[in-house]
């Protein structure tokens, strides 16, 4: 069996010129995506860092504004640099589910994002990170199947009429749940470059790929079956990179297998008569190892274990093996 995925930030045969990872930590990647006309960020980062993002993303485009970030979810490692790009670049327009902009409305859910920050910039030595939850905004609220013209941030255009643009550079939205509720991705569909999201699973080296339902486990398995459908010719995976070709569905292929074997593990496990902190264990041993130790902070990684554990055991009660 072909071992692991070749992924690149060459943007050849898509839209992009250059795709370059500015993010500042392992874990918090954020793509700079630079097309002919239009300069995007493909998801932001954790917000303790995003000031050095920022010095990042400058130093790759100059004087060229920042255009548009591009969010996949709500959640802080992917959407707290983003006012950090609004702060430096005020014309920049962020895009996220309308799903999200409910969540980033809720202080409970600031105060989480801000906790859980926190809690990464003392992971990665990181005293002195900026609390930007307070500055969380979204200028195009989005839902499944919209379709936005991106245009540059000088044009002239306005910011409430992107959808009704003759012009631009078109993307689609499109829902892919499973991780969160507001989880989507952006399609090309001339270029057939999909940016997804993490309901289609983390890669951690090798073929390993981590399954990442925090709400749906058959959503997630929904959304790799849409995600498929498209049949894409490149795929940004958050953390990793470009994805071109074959490999693009072989991801999709792997990353329902592995959540197979996930789910197996869960329901075996708790017909063995183990504890969900027992099967959280198991699962670590399995997953928690190579890239994802360095994409993400092992307190995050228990957390969404536990979620995911009992969104298997909640929906999956049919008979295994």
Known sequence: MKKGFHFDQAGE???FARITNVGAVSGGEAFLM?????????????????????????????????D????????????????????????????????????????????TMRIMDADAARVFGYENGFDWTEELKVDIPVRDGDELFLVPSDSGSGRDDLTSLRGGLKVRVVA?????KCSVGYWFEEERLLLASESLGVY???DRITPCCLVGYRMMLDSLERAKRLAP???????????HGEECLRY??????????????????????????????DLKRIFYRGLACENQ????????????VSIILKECTENVG
């Open 176 to 180: 892919l749940p499973g991780h969160t």
């Open 252 to 281: 999709l292929e792997r990353a329902k297998e592995w959540a197979g074997v996930c789910r197996e593990i869960v329901i075996k496990g708790d017909r063995a008569g183990k504890g969900r902190e027992e099967i959280c264990r």
């Open 297 to 308: 902070p092992e307190k995050a990684f228990d957390l969404n274990t536990g979620y995911l």
């Open 34 to 66: 630079e097309g002919e006309s239009v300069t995007l960020l493909f998801d932001s980062g954790y917000g303790f860092c995003g000031r050095e993002t920022v010095r990042r993303i400058e130093t790759q485009i100059g004087d060229k504004p920042l």
């Open 13 to 15: 045969g898509t839209p």
């Open 233 to 243: 010719a490149h795929m940004l995976i958050p953390h990793c990179g470009l994805l």
């Open 68 to 111: 548009y970030v591009l969010l996949t979810h709500s959640h802080y490692d992917h959407a707290l640099g983003s006012p950090a790009c609004k702060r430096r670049w005020p014309g920049v327009r962020v895009a996220a589910s309308e799903y999200a902009v409910s969540v980033f409305a809720r202080p409970g859910a600031r105060e």
């Open 204 to 206: 951690g080296g090798e």
